[in-house]
Structure formats: structure tokens, C-alpha cells
């Protein structure tokens, strides 16, 4: 029988090779699904993988990868710091809302003026909106001991009924002619999160998700904040004797992730979502939690787990409008290379052995 | 015994016992499979299986009995994914909860194919209706479908279960230390593996009785968030049975109450209406985990245990 | 408008490669749609999908479907119809609301790309054409046959969001069912959502709990129907988006329904750009050109209420009558339409208020 065995020291190897690995589990196993429904399981795997980055319409979807990918880093490396230090926001879709909302609303609020500087205002505004969001289970949690996991998940629902009352209500657009939704800033400059370069899909919220990945890397490699976010999460009872203060980190890793997912949001309603819409998240704040722990909570590794995914994504799509498959089976293929991603990385930390006998 | 023009708090009672029945069940699975120290996420996943599963049987066999089996077997099913993954090759178990939800949701959208538009066999009342029609009393303790009382059974079986018997001390004792337990010589793994297959079949039945007895229809995506409702309320009620009992039929009933308050034309805006469900469950967290040092969550939980020796 | 440019240049090879010139009419159409949930939803994207399957009917060979379900608003939105017009899509029909910028933006980049944007109002190229139905047309004889069979004259409406197409509705049904009843009383659930069986049946509980005996639903699931098939017969409910004519729920408690038919818009559509008679539009069309539908009116309706509605929806088909004429008052009194004065477009699609006789108030 095999059974496991704990490496010495991680695999090098298979830190690399487990991506890869499985990525080729997923397409066998995708492949037999989609032979399964009747289409030509090479040509899937083609439009998924393949044709996103070199097919013939790669230049235009090649951005849209960062398009895609840049909430979901931007929201995953605040998220890897909490989960890093056992602290547990999985409300970062409410606080992606209220990011967007504050920070559509201070634009809207001085539409349509031209300064320059309304832009850095809203990004503010927008970072600020999620760290509040944030700062509620944060506060409860360390006043009352109130479990962060309830309370950020729980206000995820209220921030869309909020989203729901600013699309229909106080941020409406007022010539709209009724409908529900905010002004579109694609017709505001001076607030737009417009593309700098938009073959590789580059717009500040790219520029903020790269950047912060660089950040954090240093801060989790090489500052204080860092290596208390890491004993926390380790060793408890040792941070303690070193000093840290559960509270302060508590307050310190929700309000970093809260703003960053509110920035995230922000950058996406001012740019490729647009305005402030009923349906406007579509669920990054969720997503970002599996990126997370994909890219082994680890900021390099979150910008690579989130390409991964908006390769899915993308190439996804492409699949079910030219090959006409369901989109559920296309959900079911990324749930698969989900799966197979977790369990190949158990080579990296351990080894199968022939074990004799029964121990 | 009307308040606020047409609501009649008997019915109102009658109708929240029906209608916290999917989130008690899965959250009562879920209890369990915490309390032996995994963090299941992927309930909404294996609720919708669960719908699925349980409207398939039930239509095919004529049966709706046999359907929630079905129902409980699907879930099960999908749940042997996530043990596998977090018992055998010891991967996370937050982001495999997460993955198990994006996989439930997408089989059960292809496997349902052809199940949208039918009605499935009825679930109806389990007592007569001369009990049934009694005063206040008939409505809330003898007017609803077996499933009711099964989950109200379940509570008081999983308490018991977990409080006073041998089973529940291994349970507890995985979930609180499971280098202790595995010193012991229980095997912490395979105990783990049957918590997690036992929540799975609980949050299929629950998924089940969504699309069989409550909606009672298939269509896609018919849980609509349901699953992470019941996460929440396991942890409101500190991963206690009858707390959980209490949070399902608090949260169904604030959820029904505001659809009642609307409908009697109360003036309060519909927008904190709404939210209201969500607040007050936030604020009786708070009330009851003020003053509290730790929260009550088991020691091990969301940790994977290897086998050293 | 640089992001638009610099694409627009990096696809001009690609249509002039196509080349094809609209005004002489086509040989083959590829004809693709975006759908805002599943296809399996039993209402809103289902109907949509049953017209693109009447395109492929009515042409055969002549045009090739493609379409993408479950596509969220905004830039997701934006890059499926992108990849469906630079995959050679000749027409787009987004079939949401939610998707009317994306549907602009993307249309400034493929002038040669036809694009039909369900329910919105923006045609800001001249290849963006729009189109929605009459839906209050059908929410008239509902009204009607609701007036005349309540018992407790407790009538009710699931309603989603405040938006003037559901507001329409809302005031269309109170409208009628107070003509012929000036008893009857309107209850409005506001569930939040398009799409939530479990919160449909519990809003459907909540209106029937408290003695509401005929449902009218703008939400997309068959959830309410079922609920009212618990009563054995007392409360009556009608089909929302498809017919729901399902068996075992007629002739009760779906006693008719009102039905999105979206087939004869989009063979039109698609025929006109095969015969080279294409032109940009503005449709509003209801049960006269076919769009909504009035589905079989069940015999638990009494025979006499039947021959009401159905004249009702016969004089809306010939357009003798228009379901909000004169005179009728604002909520707070003030007088919107005078004695025989016919509601112009306008103030339809930009509703935002309730009619006199229904209480409580618009979320806002």
C-alpha cells in the first residue's frame, strides 16, 4: 500500500512541477468530459489554452487575461495576509463593493469637473470604503470576540443590498430615464480608469495588483509586520511571547485586505465595469479567496494563480461561444484543475512510499 | 391574535419551521463535520447536488421519500471529493471547500438537463389534518411534512450524539486534538472522512428538500446562496445542535417575517427590511460572544492531520 | 476614446478581409446571443434562447447560432461580444439590460457588426438597434381576470427591482384589476432579486399567509406557482417570462401567463439582414406583433371572465385600446393622464411612480 511521507525539507522540484502537472491531469480528465458531451476534446483543450495567448484573436484577449487577473491578485495578497496569520475574511466581495461605491461616489458627487486630481481622490475613497467594511468584523472581533468569518460573510449580503439601493437610488443616473445604474465613467474622463496600454489590458488597477504583489513580497520576506503576520499564523502562543498583539493584527491584516479589495473594486467600476450596476460584482471578492491559497498564499505565487484562472476564464468562454458547450461544463472543468491543483501539491511537502507491512 | 394588520404569528411560526429546514440540516452537517476539525465550505455545492440528486430519484421512482435519500447519497458523493483531497492528499481544506462549490454548481447545471418544468412527486402533511386544524398548536406542532420533524430529530440526536456518547468523545476529541486522538490510536483521517461524508448527505437532504417539498421544481442554480447561510449559522451557534437549531429557525424566520412585514404594508422601507436578516443575525452574534474568551471552535479546526509515525 | 482606436486599427484588417456590404443582403448569417443566465432557467434566458432556436428554424443552413450563457454585466460582457464579433458574428443580440454600455462600446469598434440590445434605450451608433416588449400589455388582462376572481380581494405582486419596466407592470395590473373590482387591494413583495426559488416561494407564502388569493410575479422562477399549488385550488397565480404550462399546475393554480415571445423580432431581424432590407431600429413591440403573448387562459377561470380578458387582449392587438388611457391619477393625487389621454412612450419607460390606489412606496 502506498502511503505518505513527510519531506525533510520542501521539494524544489515539485514546487515548480506541481503546476504543470496539474494542469495535464485537468486536461485528461476535462478531455474524457468533453468527449463525453460530443465535442472534439483536443479542440476544447486548444481553445482554452491555446488559443487565449496565441490564437488568431490572441491580440485582443492576451489583455484581457490582466483584465481579468488584476482584482483577483490585488483582492487574493490581502486576503494570503490574513489567512497567513489565521485571520479569516471571506467577506471580501462586500468590501469590493463598498470600494466601488465609495469611490464612484466621490467622482459622481463633483460630476463632471476635469481636475486631475478627482482621480487619486476616488482611488482613496474607494480604499477607504473597504477598510471600513472590513473594520466592522475587525472591531467586533477584537472587542467582542465576535467570529470575523460570520461577520464578513454576512455583511457581503447587506453590501449588495446597498448596491442594489445606490443602482436604484442615490447614485443613479440622473438621465437615465429611470433605469437603474450610475453614469458610465467611460464618458468621464477626468474619473476614468481608462487602459494605459491596452494590449496587455494594463489599466492602474494592473499597475496597483503588480505593485502590491512586489510590496507584500517584501513585507512578508523582509519587515516586522511581516514575520509577526507569520508567527501569528505558525505559532500562536510564540507570537505572543514575541509581543504581537492579536488585536493589532487583526485590525492590521482585515483593514490591509479590506482596502485593497475596496481599491479593487474601485478601479473596476471606474474602468472595465464601468458604473455602479444591480449585478456589478460578479463574485472576485469569492474568487480571490481560491487564488489565494493557489498561489500557496504567497504574493508571487497569487500573481501566477491569478493568471491561471482568468486563462480559464477567458479561454473558457471562448470554448462555450465557438464550440458551443455549456457554460456548466466549462464550471465543472475549473472546479477540476481546482482540485487537481490542491492535491498534486501535496508532493511538494511529502512523498508517496511502497509502505510493508502495516506501519 | 393578528399583529400588524395580517400577520398571524402562528402561521408566521408554522411557515419559518418549514422554511429553515434546508440551512438546519446542511448546518447541522456542517456542525459535525467542524466539530472533527475540517472546514467544509463547499456546502452550497453539495447542496445543490443534493437538489438535484433528490428531484432525480424522486421523479424517476415516484417516490419523494426515496428522493431525499437520493439526495443525501448525492451529497455524500460529492463530499468523498473533498475528503479525498483534504484526507488523502492533505490539500487545503478552504480552498477545496471553495473549488467543491464551483464543481457542484456546474454538474448539477449539466446533469439537470432535461429535469426543468417537471413537478416532482409531493411531499405532504405527515399527520392527519384533525390534528392539523387544532388552534395554534395544530399548525406549528402538527401540521408540517415528515422532513421537519426528521430535522428537529436530527438535532436532538446530534446532541446527544456529540454530548454523551463514545462516538461523539472521538468526534470531539479529533476535532479539539488530533495528535492526541492519533496517540490514542484513533484513526484520525478515516474518523474525519465519515464526518464529512455524513455532512455531505445532511446538506444534500437539505438541498433536496429545497427542490423537492419547498420550491418543489428543478431549476438551475435553485439553492441561491443557501449553503453559506448554513456556514454562517454553524458558527453563530458555536457548533452546538440546538444552537444551530435556534440560529436556522431565527434567521428563516427573520427572512420570512420581513416578506410578511412587506406584504402587511408595515412603512418600513424595504431596503432595511431586507438587510435585516443579516444584521440581526451580526448583532445576537455579537450579544451572545461579548464577554466570552474564546468563541468555542474546535482547536483543530481547518487544520490537516498527517500521520508522522 | 484611445482604448477604442488602438483596437478598432488592429481589427480593421480583419473586416476588410470580410468585406461583406450589408445593403445587398447576405448569403449566410451567423447570428449570436448573449444571455445573462443559464438557458435551463424555465423564464427570461430561456425564451430568449427559444427565439435564437426559432432563427435556426426558420433558415436552416442560412444562419449559424452562437451564443454564451451566465455572462455577467459590465467588462465581461465586453469581451464575450468582442470575441463574437472578431469571430465573425454578422448580428448580436445581448438580451439584458445590464449589458446596454457594453453593448455601445463594443459596437463603436465593429461598425460593420450588427447589435440588438434587449430593454435599454442607448443607440449611440448606427449599428446599435434596440428592442424590448410590451410586457404591461399582458399585465393589463392579468389585472383583469385577477379582479375578477379574488374572493378576498387580496391581490398580490412578487415585484424584483424598482426599475420602470417592473413599476409598469405593477401599475398596469392594480390598474385593471381595480376596474372591475374597486375593492381590491394590491400587496407588493419586493424580493431583491430576479432569481431566488427558495425567497419566491417564502414571498408567495407571505402574500397567500395573509390572505392573498391571485399572485402576479416579475421574478424569473415557477416558484410562486408552486406555492399556490399547495392550496389546494384557493389561490391562483399566472406563468411570468415562459407559459409554465405545467401539467400537474393547470387549470390550477396557473390559470394563464404571460409569455416573452421573442421568435418573431428575431426572425425579422435576422431575414431582413438576409434580404439586404436591414435598417437600424427602436422596437416596442407587445401582443399585436406577437412579442408578448397572453399563454391559454385555463377553464377555472368561469367562462365569462375568460371572454373579458381575451376581448381585452384582442382590442390591445388591434390597438383600440391602450392599457393605461385616461383619466388616471399619481399615487399622491396629482393628475398624470387626462380623461381618454393615451400614455406617450416616454413616461412609460422612465416610471417611476405608483398609480393612485396603491399603497406604500417605491424603494428608492
Known amino acids: 500500500m502506498l502511503r505518505l511521507e513527510k519531506r525533510p525539507t520542501p521539494s524544489k522540484f515539485w514546487l515548480y512541477a506541481t503546476p504543470p502537472v496539474a494542469v495535464v491531469l485537468t486536461m485528461i480528465a476535462g478531455g474524457i468530459l468533453f468527449a463525453l458531451m460530443g465535442t472534439n476534446p483536443f479542440e476544447v483543450i486548444r481553445t482554452i489554452f491555446w488559443d487565449p495567448l496565441f490564437g488568431e484573436f490572441a491580440f485582443y484577449l492576451r489583455g484581457q487575461l490582466l483584465v481579468k487577473a488584476g482584482p483577483l491578485i490585488l483582492i487574493a495578497i490581502g486576503l494570503a495576509l490574513g489567512f497567513r496569520a489565521g485571520i479569516w475574511n471571506i467577506g471580501a466581495e462586500g468590501q469590493y463593493i463598498i470600494g466601488a461605491i465609495f469611490g464612484a461616489a466621490v467622482g459622481l458627487a463633483v460630476f463632471p469637473t476635469e481636475s486631475r486630481w478627482i482621480f487619486p481622490v476616488m482611488i482613496v475613497a474607494g480604499a477607504f470604503g473597504g477598510w471600513v467594511w472590513a473594520m466592522i468584523p475587525a472591531i467586533l472581533k477584537t472587542r467582542f470576540n465576535t467570529n470575523e468569518i460570520l461577520v464578513s460573510l454576512m455583511l457581503v449580503y447587506v453590501a449588495e443590498t446597498i448596491l442594489a439601493k445606490a443602482s436604484t437610488g442615490f447614485l443613479k443616473n440622473p438621465e437615465g430615464m429611470g433605469f437603474p445604474g450610475s453614469r458610465n465613467f467611460s464618458s468621464y474622463p477626468a474619473a476614468q480608469n481608462a487602459f494605459l496600454y491596452e494590449p496587455l489590458g494594463l489599466h492602474w488597477g494592473g499597475v496597483a495588483a503588480l505593485v502590491t504583489a512586489v510590496l507584500a513580497y517584501i513585507l512578508l520576506t523582509r519587515h516586522q509586520a511581516g514575520f509577526q503576520i507569520r508567527l501569528a499564523g505558525q505559532a500562536p502562543r510564540a507570537a505572543r511571547f514575541h509581543g504581537v498583539s492579536p488585536a493589532r493584527l487583526v485590525v492590521l491584516c482585515m483593514g490591509l485586505s479590506g482596502a485593497l479589495a475596496g481599491l479593487a473594486g474601485m478601479f473596476e467600476v471606474t474602468g472595465p465595469a464601468g458604473q455602479i450596476s444591480i449585478d456589478f460584482n460578479t463574485g472576485y471578492g469569492f474568487t480571490a479567496i481560491i487564488v489565494a491559497f493557489l498561489g500557496r498564499l504567497n504574493p508571487l505565487g497569487i500573481v501566477l494563480a491569478g493568471f491561471i484562472l482568468a486563462l480559464t476564464y477567458v479561454g473558457g468562454e471562448m470554448a462555450s461561444t465557438s464550440l458551443g458547450l455549456p457554460d456548466a461544463a466549462i464550471q465543472v472543468f475549473q472546479g477540476m484543475l481546482l482540485f487537481f491543483l490542491l492535491a498534486v501539491d501535496v508532493l511538494t511537502n511529502y512523498r508517496f512510499r511502497l509502505a510493508v507491512g502495516a506501519h | ?309 | 476614446m484611445k482604448r477604442r482606436n488602438l483596437l478598432a486599427g488592429a481589427v480593421t484588417g480583419l473586416l476588410l478581409a470580410s468585406g461583406a456590404s450589408f445593403a445587398q443582403g447576405m448569403d449566410k448569417v451567423k447570428a449570436c446571443f448573449v444571455y445573462v443566465g443559464p438557458i435551463g432557467d424555465g423564464g427570461w434566458t430561456y425564451q430568449h434562447h427559444q427565439g435564437a432556436l426559432a432563427v435556426q428554424e426558420a433558415f436552416g443552413d442560412k444562419v449559424e447560432i452562437q451564443y454564451q450563457e451566465n455572462v455577467p454585466e459590465g467588462a465581461d460582457a465586453e469581451r464575450v461580444l468582442t470575441q463574437m464579433a472578431l469571430g465573425g458574428c454578422n448580428i448580436i443580440f445581448t438580451t439584458s439590460f445590464g449589458f446596454m454600455d457594453a453593448t455601445n462600446a463594443v459596437a463603436a469598434k465593429f461598425p460593420d457588426v450588427k447589435f440588438e440590445h434587449a430593454t435599454g434605450y442607448k443607440r449611440e451608433h448606427p449599428n446599435v438597434s434596440t428592442y424590448n416588449a410590451r410586457f404591461y400589455e399582458g399585465r393589463a388582462v392579468q389585472g383583469h381576470i385577477a379582479g375578477r376572481m379574488t374572493k378576498t380581494n387580496k391581490i398580490g405582486y412578487i415585484a424584483s427591482f424598482p426599475i420602470p419596466e417592473v413599476i409598469m407592470g405593477i401599475n398596469s395590473y392594480f390598474l385593471h384589476a381595480r376596474k372591475v373590482n374597486p375593492d381590491v387591494e394590491l400587496s407588493i413583495v419586493w424580493a431583491f432579486t430576479w432569481f431566488d426559488p427558495a425567497k419566491e416561494a417564502d414571498a408567495a407564502k407571505a402574500l397567500i399567509d395573509q390572505g392573498v388569493d391571485v399572485i402576479a410575479s416579475h421574478t424569473d422562477s415557477t416558484a410562486p406557482l408552486a406555492e399556490a399549488a399547495k392550496t389546494e385550488g384557493r389561490v391562483i397565480g399566472f406563468g411570468q417570462a415562459s407559459d409554465m404550462a405545467i401539467p400537474e399546475y393547470m387549470p390550477t393554480p396557473r390559470v394563464s401567463s404571460i409569455i416573452d415571445n421573442w421568435a418573431p423580432y428575431y426572425v425579422k431581424r435576422v431575414g431582413q439582414l438576409l434580404d439586404g432590407t436591414y435598417a437600424q431600429t427602436d422596437s416596442w413591440e407587445g401582443i399585436a406583433a406577437g412579442e408578448v403573448e397572453i399563454g391559454t387562459i385555463t377553464e377555472a377561470v368561469p367562462a365569462e371572465v375568460k371572454a373579458e380578458a381575451e376581448a381585452m387582449r384582442d382590442a390591445i392587438a388591434a390597438g383600440t385600446y391602450h392599457p393605461f388611457t385616461g383619466p388616471i391619477n399619481k399615487q399622491d393625487g396629482s393628475p398624470w393622464l387626462a380623461e381618454g389621454a393615451i400614455a406617450p412612450d416616454s413616461d412609460l419607460l422612465g416610471m417611476n411612480f405608483y398609480v393612485e390606489g396603491i399603497v406604500g412606496d417605491i424603494p428608492q
Open chain 2, 1 to 309: 391574535m393578528d399583529f400588524f394588520g395580517g400577520i398571524n404569528p402562528v402561521i408566521l411560526i408554522a411557515t419559518l419551521m418549514a422554511s429553515a429546514v434546508p440551512i438546519l440540516l446542511a448546518a447541522l452537517g456542517e456542525a459535525v463535520v467542524e466539530r472533527s476539525g475540517v472546514l467544509n465550505l463547499g456546502v452550497e455545492g453539495m447542496m445543490i447536488i443534493g437538489a438535484l440528486g433528490g428531484f432525480v430519484v424522486a421523479v424517476e421512482t415516484g417516490s419523494p421519500v426515496i428522493g431525499f435519500f437520493g439526495g443525501a447519497v448525492a451529497g455524500a458523493l460529492l463530499s468523498l471529493i473533498f475528503a479525498t483531497l483534504t484526507q488523502v492528499f492533505l490539500a487545503n481544506q478552504v480552498a477545496t471547500g471553495l473549488a467543491l462549490t464551483l464543481f457542484g454548481l456546474g454538474v448539477s447545471s449539466l446533469g439537470g438537463q432535461g429535469y426543468n418544468g417537471i413537478k416532482p412527486p409531493a411531499t405532504g402533511q405527515l399527520l392527519p389534518d384533525a390534528l392539523a386544524d387544532l388552534p395554534v398548536v395544530g399548525p406549528i406542532l402538527f401540521g408540517h411534512d415528515w422532513v421537519v420533524y426528521f430535522s428537529i430529530a436530527m438535532t436532538a440526536v446530534l446532541w446527544w450524539v456529540l454530548k454523551s456518547t463514545r462516538v461523539g468523545l472521538i468526534i470531539r476529541a479529533v476535532g479539539e486534538s488530533h495528535e492526541a486522538a492519533h496517540a490514542l490510536g484513533y484513526k484520525v483521517n478515516r474518523i474525519r472522512l465519515m464526518c464529512i461524508a455524513f455532512g455531505g448527505a445532511m446538506a444534500g437532504m437539505g438541498g433536496a428538500y429545497i427542490s423537492l417539498a419547498r420550491v418543489p421544481q428543478w431549476v438551475d442554480g435553485i439553492t441561491a446562496g443557501a449553503g453559506w447561510i448554513a456556514l454562517a449559522i454553524v458558527v453563530f451557534a458555536s457548533w452546538k445542535p440546538w444552537r444551530v437549531l435556534i440560529g436556522a429557525y431565527l434567521f428563516g424566520g427573520i427572512t420570512v417575517l420581513q416578506l410578511n412585514l412587506q406584504v402587511a404594508g408595515s412603512g418600513i422601507p424595504v431596503e432595511y427590511l431586507s438587510m435585516a436578516p443579516y444584521l440581526i443575525t451580526i448583532l445576537v452574534l455579537v450579544i451572545m460572544s461579548a464577554g466570552r474568551k474564546a468563541n468555542g471552535a474546535p482547536a483543530a479546526l481547518g487544520q490537516n492531520f498527517h500521520a508522522s509515525r
